[in-house]
């Protein structure tokens, strides 16, 4: 059930990051309601994942994988620049900040660390994303693959539904 | 529950602590020079700047700011990228699914190329490692 859960969060995190880089396509009140949206999903998914978090951070100089090394700082990062693009689209935004009676900034340097953050979340989503294939195929093959297949299976038929349908 | 919202509120202050980093740093000159943007080409960038020869703003502005014939040879933002980021856009169905395609391409090349490399390298250290010494009798 919990990583049914996972994969869920995390296919729709995925969806919405790509959606909301993309304003063109949504439009900036989707953009920037989705990407509020988001903030809260990846809430859940570090709530889902606070054990390994926990567990690595409190052994990270000690004996812990050198992957699992690799991943917590990939996620660090991705925990930087999610702030970084969050923060500066928040305080930029045209849509969230007005809604609650604020006026945005307009500032070149939050647009520019808005667009520079929002590329480095891609590129560390990619390598976290990589960085966990293994699971990514597990779960894939789990509950996408095998229950697929299983759909499309011919189911044997019984002993006697066969002597059945035999002719004499 | 109570773990929850405790492990919710460490997140929350966490992002917070992290913000108010990135705000601090993006504030001062130091942070606002590593993002091109400060000292005096920002203020230039900012005022526009003295228009060169072609009539373009001297510094900066020549890279994301063009002139559109339909408002009279108006400077307006230039429709990259970071313009599009910042809100100069509007919603158009075909360019927004190229960009979406853009978007996935790029994350699938990262993780492909990741993944790869990651096996390559497990592959190539598996072919030229040194053999175990065979146990003396």
């Not at chain 2, 900012?46 to 020549?62: Q, V």
């Amino acid at each position: 059930m919990k990583v049914k859960t996972n994969l869920l969060i995390d296919l729709g995190v995925c969806i919405a990051l790509l959606l909301a880089l993309e304003p063109a396509l949504t439009g900036i009140p989707i953009h920037e309601w989705l990407s509020v949206a988001l903030t809260g999903t990846l809430v859940i998914h570090l709530l889902l994942h606070w054990n390994w978090i926990a567990g690595v951070l409190t052994r990270f100089f000690r004996r812990v994988l050198q992957v699992s090394r690799l991943q917590f700082v990939v996620d660090v990062l991705l925990f930087i620049a999610f702030n970084a693009v969050m923060l500066s689209g928040f305080l930029i935004s045209r849509e969230v900040l007005p809604f609650f009676g604020l006026r945005p900034l307009e500032s070149r340097v939050m647009s520019g660390l808005h667009s520079l953050s929002a590329d480095a979340t891609l590129l560390l989503t990619g390598i976290h994303f990589a960085l966990n294939w293994s699971w990514v195929v597990g779960v894939t093959k789990r509950f996408v693959l095998t229950p697929l297949s299983n759909l499309f299976k011919r189911k044997p038929q019984p002993a006697s539904a066969a002597a059945q349908v035999q002719p004499e | 529950m109570i773990k929850t919202m405790y492990r919710t509120l460490m997140i929350l202050l966490a992002a917070g602590l992290v913000s108010g980093a990135i705000y601090w740093f993006s504030t001062t000159s130091a942070g606002q020079a590593a993002f091109g943007m400060g000292g005096e080409h920002g203020m230039r960038f900012a005022r526009g700047g003295a228009p060169d020869a072609s009539g373009l703003p001297a510094t900066g502005g020549r890279q994301n700011f063009r002139r559109r014939p339909e408002s009279g040879g108006e400077l307006q933002p230039f429709g990259g990228e970071r313009a599009e980021r910042s809100g100069h856009t509007q919603v158009d169905l075909a360019r927004g699914l190229a960009g979406l395609g853009d978007e996935l391409v790029k994350l699938a090349v990262i993780t492909l190329v990741i993944v790869l490399g990651r096996k390559l390298v497990s592959a190539l250290m598996r072919k030229f490692r040194r053999p175990a010494p065979l146990p003396t009798p």
